[in-house]
């Protein structure tokens, strides 16, 4: 292995450990060997990306695109980059473009999906995320975008369907089960929903989310008892939960009696939280 070789090797070390700085500084040594060497330009503007400099990512991979071994990837990377820095029509042409060059390819579906989910155009968006999971049968984050696509394009049906899928294909995926449980709750399979809930907080104790979605549950069919249970539960596995769960408001919904929610005031002075004693005296 020569030194450039050995700069390329050290350079894909320190990305693969996120170590971006160092990956710089072994890129750059490289390119001062080959200026115009497709493969550095395209390391470099990785790195950048993942410092969060867009600008600099975007020169390297500009300049990538005037050597003469243009792939698909470049194309791919520039609408990540561009949508990055809220350049979304710009970026928009880079994805179907890197899609005409490589139609098997599914990244760059899934990104031009995902761009349209975040402008609320679902119907473009689930129908992209359809063909990307042809593409890649089964992938995650595909399965979750098509479930949030049929969220808010109000199909409970399918919302169901995607949402069993996920558990499906990955049984401990918790943050899918409390979404189908919540959804399960909410069409009157109380128990069904309580208890997949359940079996995510079995599987990660620490998402506070999680103890939010039961309390919630409770909070709506006035289970005065189990509320306060939930509640114990949460801030026993971790004090810190007390702040989210007032940010959320959930324990002071007027959906509960005052004497209800004085206790649970008292609960969360007896934990530390000096903000609920002044909500306790204004009850």
Not at 29 to 39: R, T
Not at 88 to 111: D, G
Not at 127 to 150: F, G, Q, S, T
Request: aromatic share 12%; with cysteine.
């Amino acid at each position: 292995m020569n030194d450039f070789e050995r700069m390329i090797a050290q350079g894909n070390e320190h990305l693969d450990s996120d170590e971006y700085e160092k990956a710089l500084e072994s890129f750059k040594k490289a390119l001062d060997k080959k200026p115009d060497d497709p493969v550095i330009l395209d390391r470099l503007a990785k790195a950048y990306y993942h410092l969060g400099n867009y600008d600099l990512a975007e020169d390297y991979l500009m300049q990538r695109l005037e050597s003469s071994e243009v792939d698909y990837y470049t194309f791919n990377n520039l609408g990540m980059v561009l949508e990055q820095k809220g350049q979304l029509e710009r970026a928009l042409e880079y994805y179907q473009v890197a899609i005409e060059m490589n139609k098997q390819e599914p990244s760059a579906w899934i990104n031009l999906g995902m761009l349209h989910f975040r402008q609320s155009l679902y119907e473009d968006a689930l129908r992209i995320m359809k063909h990307a999971n042809l593409l890649e049968p089964n992938d995650k984050d595909v399965l979750y975008y098509m479930a949030e696509c049929y969220r808010n394009l109000d199909d409970a049906r399918n919302l169901y369907k995607t949402l069993r899928k996920i558990i499906y294909f990955y049984p401990k995926d918790y943050c899918a089960m409390n979404s189908l449980g919540w959804q399960y709750s909410r069409c009157g399979y109380l128990e069904k929903g309580v208890a997949l809930i359940e079996k995510a907080i079995k599987l990660n104790p620490m998402k506070c989310y999680l103890y939010t979605t039961l309390a919630q549950i409770y909070v709506g069919n006035r289970n005065i008892p189990l509320l306060l249970d939930t509640y114990l539960r949460a801030i026993m596995q971790n004090p810190k939960f007390l702040e989210y769960f007032w940010e959320k408001d959930i324990f002071l919904s007027e959906a509960l009696d005052p004497e209800t929610r004085k206790i649970i005031c008292d609960l969360a002075v007896e934990h530390g939280d000096k903000e609920a004693l002044k909500i306790k005296n204004e009850i």
